[in-house]
């Protein structure tokens, strides 16, 4: 029998999920919906940073620039002029990238059928001094991931914001994982973060002289067998 698939299913809550308020033995609360961003460090990546980041820089001197409407257009990019994914220079990190993906999504039940394991896009960022990323979404993939090939400690931060639009915002007391509004990566080198293509995220200004290169991927939905379209 074929099983049915339905993202907005309603279902009973877990009682091992819930969270107590200390002192309170009437009220019982259900932290649902969770937004997961997933991290993982590349083990091959040592060995590789330096070549790829000199190949990257070459890139820079021939490829045109990606991202002309964006607000941040001085940061130097490759979306839709450099495809990283058919480079076999990157075969290593494509790989990694795309085996911690299976991952994130193994870790939440999400069918393996439905994701397209080439990415439909990749791609390189190089940030300079004083360049930055404003607040963007990946639309329309499904799966993203942000690798970093080149950075350091005080390289500029990854910052993701809560997707809950919410309309009146009670003054929080102490901020944690139930109440933050964003919530910021440090880059190291051969990290990966992976997320739901939806959810705002920016990168503020790079404020040293070294250069940070990110790599994007972005994963789309596969359609399910035997049609053409989603
Ligand atoms: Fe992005």
């Given at each position: 029998m074929k099983k049915e698939r339905n993202i907005y299913m309603t279902t009973q809550?877990?009682?091992?999920?819930?969270?107590?308020?200390?002192?309170?033995?009437?009220?019982?609360?259900?932290?649902?919906?969770?937004?997961?961003?997933?991290?993982?460090?590349?083990?091959?990546?040592?060995?590789?940073?330096?070549?790829?980041?000199k190949k990257c820089l070459k890139l820079r001197k021939?490829?045109?620039?990606?991202?002309?409407?964006?607000?941040?257009?001085?940061?130097?990019?490759?979306l839709g002029t450099y495809h990283l994914n058919e480079d076999p220079d990157?075969?290593?990190?494509?790989?990694?990238?795309?085996?911690?993906?299976?991952?994130?999504?193994?870790?939440?039940?999400?069918?393996?059928?439905?994701?397209?394991?080439?990415?439909?896009?990749?791609?390189?960022?190089?940030?300079?001094?004083?360049?930055?990323?404003?607040?963007?979404?990946?639309?329309?993939?499904m799966i993203s991931a942000s690798y970093y090939l080149r950075c350091?400690?005080?390289?500029a931060k990854i910052y993701f914001k809560n997707p809950v639009t919410d309309m009146i915002l009670p003054a929080i007391l102490s901020f944690n994982e139930l109440n933050f509004g964003r919530v910021w990566f440090q880059p190291q080198p051969g990290m990966v973060l992976i997320f739901r293509s939806y959810l705002y995220h920016c990168v503020p200004q790079q404020?040293?002289?070294?250069?940070?290169?990110?790599?994007?991927?972005?994963?789309?939905?596969k359609?399910?067998?035997g049609k053409k379209y989603i």
């Amino acid at each position: 029998m074929k099983k049915e698939r339905n993202i907005y299913m309603t279902t009973q809550s877990d009682l091992s999920t819930s969270i107590k308020e200390e002192g309170e033995k009437n009220l019982t609360l259900y932290a649902h919906f969770p937004t997961l961003i997933g991290v993982a460090t590349n083990p091959d990546h040592q060995a590789l940073e330096n070549k790829l980041t000199k190949k990257c820089l070459k890139l820079r001197k021939k490829i045109k620039s990606g991202g002309e409407n964006w607000i941040s257009n001085e940061t130097y990019n490759t979306l839709g002029t450099y495809h990283l994914n058919e480079d076999p220079d990157f075969s290593n990190i494509n790989d990694f990238v795309t085996n911690q993906v299976i991952h994130y999504c193994k870790a939440q039940s999400i069918d393996l059928n439905c994701l397209n394991i080439n990415p439909t896009d990749a791609w390189l960022s190089i940030y300079k001094k004083n360049n930055y990323q404003d607040w963007h979404i990946h639309n329309p993939a499904m799966i993203s991931a942000s690798y970093y090939l080149r950075c350091n400690n005080s390289s500029a931060k990854i910052y993701f914001k809560n997707p809950v639009t919410d309309m009146i915002l009670p003054a929080i007391l102490s901020f944690n994982e139930l109440n933050f509004g964003r919530v910021w990566f440090q880059p190291q080198p051969g990290m990966v973060l992976i997320f739901r293509s939806y959810l705002y995220h920016c990168v503020p200004q790079q404020k040293n002289n070294d250069i940070r290169i990110c790599l994007s991927y972005n994963y789309g939905r596969k359609p399910e067998e035997g049609k053409k379209y989603i």
